[in-house]
């Protein structure tokens, strides 16, 4: 059963095949089976077989949903009322949220089964998964190596086939580049389409969550349960949410391809880049024209992005003083010891640098010169997008500069790891979507191509992803031990 997508499995569980109770058993067992990954940090099989339950009775009455009965895990930064929201992190390690996120709440009336909650890095803070307080997750493809961040532990879990599907989020790649590190699907919508409401925030104007699946045409049917305005998250945008499903066969003759040749330079491992550029090649014979294009701003999204992020994540990470909810230390001496110790034990090494480097970019003196510059960067770096965006339909490139790293490689190193989300950090600066998909392997680790459209284009991506998929095997292989 594990081999299938979501769209066969939903159309087995409607036929009667197996129930989503034998289902939802069959992956609990594989989750017990594959420890090792440690992409989960909460498995809860009482609440999925319960809800495996009610699942079968609505494929049985006929009010069921493409997701009814399908078994999803989502990341740990999502509130479960009743099951405990980590976030990664020692803060919140027994922090059960009084309510739900509005994805989990939508996933809940598709009547989909929760299989438990995945692992991440600390307060989505990481690009290797190995900031998490709960230890790091293990690549399927070579447990030696990371599986990426901070979804690590959604994409290992889709990859690896512990879950039919995974939620993620992404603040400056953490769905796409953990999505390319593992082989699977994985989508970052344009700002503002999901609702960020009990989702824990990072850096609020870049945060957005979105599906990571095995193949295009599942990520169309996560998405179209995700999206959609809501007025709980003031920046949720109220338009109406298309049919992601019914542009997927469109043809792609005639599709306008940009390449930036920064994505192509120096950086980019020559066996990944031939991977791509055989990739670009399928689109050519699908009919796509390939137009050559120059974003001059994209080399100074790095540097905006680690002004920006972390001065929201100071901000954001100000709530957790260990008066209110998370992690409170033992035996404080006054208020001033409390809020200390708390946070001093609570969060994590990464967590405090990004707390540091964000109090010091937004105090008086270095406001104007890094958060207003890096704000002004920022503007540049979406009018290159706009302006590319206004030639071609949509920007093809890679999304990391090489496979995944080994485990311990980049940890004593920020830089080198910050530089790992170079060809993603900019879409989220810019707020468009984008996704990657698998697109061949070099060394027998997993090789993503990215794919980048204008404002509120994903049912066009979804549709350019599919048909990639609908000419390539790539998405459909499954690492050696999962089988
Ligand atoms: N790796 C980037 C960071 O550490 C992006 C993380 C994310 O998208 N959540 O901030």
Known sequence: MHTKTLIEISLDLQAKTYSSVELTQFFLNRIDQHQQLNSYITVTPELALAQAKAADQRLANGTSDLLTGIPIAQKDIFCTQGVITTCGSKMLANFNAPYNATVVEKFNQA?????????????????????????????PWNINTVPGGSSGGSAAAVSARLAVCA?????????????????????????????????????????????????????AIMLQTMAGFDEKDSTS????????????????????????????????????????????????????????????????????????????????????????????????????????????????KEVKRRILMGTYALSTGYYDAYYLKAQKIRRLISEDFKAALATVDVIMGPVTPGTAFGIG????????????????IAINLAGVPAMSIPAGFVAGMPVGLQLIGDYFSEDRLLNIAHQYQQVTDWHNFIPTGFE
């Open 237 to 348: 945008v109220n338009i109406p949410v298309p049919d992601y499903r019914a542009g997927l066969n469109k043809s792609l003759v005639g599709l306008k391809i940009g390449l930036p040749k920064e994505f192509f330079g120096e950086g980019l491992d020559e066996n990944v880049a031939a991977t791509l550029a055989a990739a670009i090649a399928e689109y050519r014979k699908l009919g796509a024209e390939i137009i050559d294009i120059s974003m001059p701003n994209l080399k100074l999204a790095i540097p905006a992005y680690y002004v920006i992020a972390p001065a929201e994540c100071s901000a954001n990470l100000s709530r957790f003083d260990g008066v209110r909810y998370g992690y409170r230390c033992d035996n404080p001496v006054d208020l001033t010891d409390l809020y200390t110790r708390s946070r001093g034990e609570g969060f994590g």
């Open 111 to 139: 009547g989909a089964v929760m299989l438990g909650k995945l692992n991440m890095d600390e307060f989505a803070m990481g690009s290797s998964n190995e900031t998490s307080y709960f230890g790091s997750v293990k690549n």
């Open 167 to 219: 939620t993620g989020t992404d603040t400056g790649g953490s769905i796409r580049q953990p999505a390319a590190l593992c082989g699977i699907t994985g989508l970052k919508p344009t700002y503002g389409l999901v609702s960020r409401y009990g989702m824990i925030a990072y850096a609020s104007s870049l945060d957005q969550g979105g599906p990571m699946t095995r193949s295009a045409e599942d990520a």
């Open 409 to 424: 490689e980049k940890m004593d190193d920020p830089i080198a790891m910050y530089l790992s989300d170079i060809y993603t």
